[in-house]
């Protein structure tokens, strides 16, 4: 998942999305643009955080693949 989609799915805006995770509105909107690429390791720690929270659902059914 890339970060546009990861924020579509949450259903936020991007000065929503910034404020949420208390990231400047600038960084969020050069990383939906695809001006500047978000850090994978941190991509992953927002949708974990996402998940966790219920803001988007966890399709993880606990098997492994």
Do not use: Q
Not at 1 to 14: A, C, T, Y
Not at 35 to 57: A, D, F, Q, S, V
């Amino acid at each position: 998942m890339n970060f546009r989609e990861l924020r579509k799915l949450s259903g936020m805006s991007v000065p929503e999305f910034a404020k949420y995770f208390e990231i400047t509105y600038r960084t969020v909107a050069s990383w939906e643009s695809g001006e500047r690429n978000c850090p994978t390791h941190l991509l992953k720690l927002m949708e974990y955080k996402l998940k966790k929270e219920g803001i988007i659902e966890d399709k993880n059914d606990g098997t492994l693949s």
